[in-house]
């Protein structure tokens, strides 16, 4: 099925509608509407035009809070993200719909059929970003409650994967009858309900749906523990990962293709695009310039005070944000869950303490501070489309990543450069597509048809899956 | 209470799969796996938004059919899928209450009405059967419960649609507040076999409530009920004999003469490949006597559900000659492009239950 005429080393760009967070610029008129559909319409078609691999969903299943109130600082109110890729399936060709869904806060069976759904609407465009967030704050909203020990997240996870997986391979077109003159819908015997016997729950289902045209939804991980990156090295596709650093791309990459072998998969097996972050202008001056504004625009003296709040755990309110951070420690020893899962479990003290003194040696105050902790560790790219590009095609020729999964931080235009004049440079140095490889995201990923199809249900299987779920 | 010649009524038609029969997939020049081919699906909807339809339902079920085809897309997701493609025609799927997450159908819905600008319906469905419950690894919900707990994943969602007001989002660069928190509520259910804290993490939908439909005795809280008999004169009789004070929608089985072939005809060639067990009242025969028929019965009732025994030929020929005959006679709501179903089906805008007024 995979077509291979283009050649190695390709990148790949996938990009992430945030719709969280003070990633995403709201202050200023060009900023449109974080939640209707026109906006994701236009961000996903833009990114078509420019050839990317895959449109990207995150997912949060509590409405951030902040010191025990809602969070009211930061765009929030993203749409399901099944719900949307299934209406933007029907305005898109070619792209990939990838979705953020949990573990924790989902049924197994629900979610193989909703995702094969998607899969089989889309024409083979699915995807899956496997998330293991888990805590009792976001159970309140869940029949379960916070029912699972965090210790427990990965094997839960897993076992929860590979039901799906099991689901997902039950049947296929070939078992669907060629004609209406067959004896029966089934061209053979129907299919086997799938059983799963585990700690949280026993499962037992029949799929209602065959395989996709790229058999099924390719899985992405986001998840950075050893526990995470294992996981990944067993049951993904694609890391969407945290270390967009060259350097730091390049341990990340050795380090999980040690796992990737230790699991039995070719090393090829798993791509890995980091989250990054682009401010792109003709020339450095200006790109330095955005960059100034951007950040201005993110981080205003709220959004700073608010910022810090989070590890210091009470209210700041009384701070100057032009002057210095505060001199005292921490109330709370960890942060809280509730500004999502990029912020939680940070060790506060010694966090807060390695800040005080950075922000004094380089006479940042606040506003500054914060500002400048804004982005993405190494994966934000600031500079003229032609130098970018040239840091690019380092990277391609590294091998340290297959591409960049982009958050723009305007929406819903925020690609449109990097669509016009980052993609044509970095078609012309060959470290990008020129076309869509075919009609799946496993072809346009450049990933192999999934080798680890599951068996027909056996009690072994019961057995080897009885770890969780 | 209603006449026929008022224009009050609506047209819903069902387009799951190939049609109400089981055998209607081998008839309809179409190869079997078709109806997992959502463009073939979209073709089926945009003859039914052109036609004049006020509405297509999505048939859904966590179980694999037990007749005609054996696989089915997600209701909601060909919903969603619909949404962009289409522009007046409202969009109501079945999903079913009981084995889902509230938390998760809530934002499903919302996410369809907002897809649809605002076109999303909802028919609630509740199984409760053990082979349901064992796809999620729960137990059989008894017959006695089910309106119970229909009534609480109702409540949650409606609350969890109110929890942020209209008006929620400010952008006030001044204060650097993207929301006004004061419009953001907790929806606080608490009900017998769960409880959802809220609030939303979706916007209120465009429609604020998402309109419901449901069928005895599922219907405590829904904005329309539907009326079910298995034949025509017990559906004329129950749909007189129904007191339900909101929209009231008849269900109903139909099969036209198609082509030159009698309606009885197509149907014995159908039924000769599997037997037709359906619940539902059914209508066969010609364009003329079904227009009759639909002119008495939309006299009691406000709109109908309409199955076709074959998607494509029975939609097509009701969409010839029965439909215009409907219109002709002033029976039907008009429909207005860019109007939300709430507005089709005549409802009035939805109160928001946290909202000071
Ligand atoms: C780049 C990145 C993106 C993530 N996006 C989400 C998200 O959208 N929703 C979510 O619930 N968790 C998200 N997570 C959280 C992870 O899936 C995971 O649950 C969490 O990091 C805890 O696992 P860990 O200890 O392996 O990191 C993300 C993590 C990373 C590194």
């Known amino acids: ?469 | 209470m209603t006449t026929a010649h008022q224009p009050n009524a609506i047209l819903v038609l069902e387009v799951d799969g190939a049609g109400a029969h089981p055998a209607a997939w081998r008839l309809d020049n179409q190869t079997p796996d078709s109806v997992l081919d959502a463009q073939q699906i979209a073709k089926a909807v945009l003859a039914a938004e052109s036609a004049g339809f006020h509405a297509v339902s999505i048939e859904d079920s966590r179980l694999a059919p037990g007749s005609g085809p054996g696989a089915r897309l997600d209701a909601i997701q060909r919903a969603a899928f619909l949404g962009p493609l289409t522009h007046s025609i409202g969009l109501i799927p079945v999903a079913d209450s009981i084995y889902t997450e509230p938390f998760h159908l809530s934002t499903q819905l919302s996410a369809l009405d907002g897809v649809s600008a605002g076109r999303a319906g909802w028919i609630v469905s509740a199984g409760g059967t053990a082979a349901e419950g064992a796809a999620v690894g729960r137990e059989a919900v008894t017959a006695g419960e089910l309106p119970g707990e229909v009534a609480d994943v109702l409540e949650a969602s409606r609350r969890l649609w109110d929890s942020w007001e209209d008006g929620a989002v400010i952008k006030d660069v001044a204060t650097g507040r993207y929301l006004d928190r004061s419009k953001v509520h907790y929806a606080d259910f608490v009900g017998k076999r769960f409880s959802v804290k809220g609030s939303s993490i979706s916007p209120r939908p465009i429609q604020g409530q998402i309109p419901v439909f449901a069928a005895e005795p599922l219907d405590a809280d829904s904005d329309a009920i539907l009326i079910g008999a298995p034949d025509l004169d017990g559906l004329l009789a129950a749909a007189q004999g129904n007191s339900f004070p909101g929209i009231r929608i008849a269900e109903l089985d139909f099969v036209l003469d198609h082509a030159g072939e009698p309606a009885a005809d197509r149907v014995e060639a159908l039924d000769g490949w599997e037997p037709w067990h359906s619940p539902r009242a059914r209508f066969t025969g010609t364009a003329t006597d079904f227009t009759d028929y639909l002119l008495e019965l939309l006299g009691h009732v406000g709109g109908v559900r309409l199955h076709p025994a074959e998607l494509r030929k029975d939609a097509q020929e009701f969409a010839a000659l029965v439909l215009p005959a409907l219109r002709l006679a002033g029976a039907l709501k008009p429909i207005r492009t860019g109007n939300t179903l709430r507005e089709t089906l005549g409802l009035p805008a939805a109160r928001n239950r946290f909202a000071a007024s």
């Open chain 1, 1 to 469: 099925m995979s077509t291979r005429n283009q050649p190695k080393n390709l990148l790949r760009l996938g990009v992430f509608f945030q719709g969280v967070n003070s990633g995403t610029v709201w202050k200023t008129p060009e900023a449109g509407s974080q939640t209707d559909f026109e906006s994701f319409r236009r961000l996903i078609q833009t990114a078509e035009r420019g050839i990317f691999s895959a449109f990207f969903l995150g997912e949060g299943l509590r409405l951030r809070e902040h010191l025990g109130q809602i969070h009211d600082l930061d765009v929030a109110g993203r749409p399901d993200a099944q719900t949307l890729l299934a209406a933007l399936a029907a305005v898109t060709n070619r792209i990939g719909l990838v979705a953020t869904q949990n573990t924790t806060y989902n049924d197994p069976a629900d979610m193989a059929h909703r995702l094969a759904s998607l899969d089989l609407i889309s024409g083979g465009r699915a995807a899956w970003n496997i998330v293991t967030t888990d805590n009792a704050w976001t159970g309140a909203n869940f029949r379960r409650g916070g029912y699972l020990d965090h210790a427990d997240r990965y094997t839960h996870a897993e076992a929860f994967v590979a039901t799906a997986k099991r689901i997902w391979d039950s049947w296929g077109r070939e078992d669907i009858a060629a004609n209406g003159s067959q004896s029966a819908w089934f061209a053979g015997n129907a299919p086997k309900p799938v059983e799963h016997t585990g700690k949280h729950y026993n499962i037992s289902y029949t799929s209602r749906l065959p395989r996709s045209a790229q058999i099924r939804p390719v899985l992405f991980q986001a998840g950075d523990s050893a526990e995470g990156r294992d996981f990944a090295a067993r049951q993904a596709d694609v890391i969407f990962s945290a270390h967009g650093g060259l350097e730091a791309a390049k341990v990340f990459r050795a380090d999980i293709t040690a796992r990737t072998l230790k699991a039995g998969r070719p090393a090829s097996a798993v791509k890995i695009m980091p989250g990054s972050e682009f401010i792109l202008a003709a020339t450095e001056s200006e790109a330095e310039e955005k960059h100034r504004w951007v950040r201005e625009q993110q981080i205003g003296p709220q959004q700073a005070l608010a910022y810090l709040e989070q590890f210091w755990g009470e209210s700041l309110a009384g701070l100057d944000p032009e002057g210095p951070l505060p001199d005292f420690d921490p109330k709370i020893s960890e942060s809280d869950v509730t500004r999502g899962s990029g912020f939680q479990g940070a060790k506060a003290v010694e966090l807060t303490r390695s800040w005080r003194e950075s922000a004094k040696d380089q006479g940042l105050n606040i506003l500054e501070f914060v500002r400048g902790k804004s982005g993405r560790v190494g994966g934000s790219f600031v500079g003229s489309y032609a130098r970018v590009a040239d840091t690019l095609e380092r990277y391609a020729e590294s091998g340290a990543v297959d591409g960049f999964n982009i958050t723009p931080w305007l929406i819903p235009s925020g690609l449109d450069d990097i669509v016009n004049h980052l993609v044509p440079e970095l078609q012309e140095r060959g470290v990008y597509p020129t076309h869509y490889a075919g009609d799946t995201l496993r072809e346009n990923l450049g990933l192999e048809d999934p080798t680890d199809v599951a068996p027909a249900v056996t009690d072994e299987d019961n057995t080897r899956y009885e770890v969780a779920v």
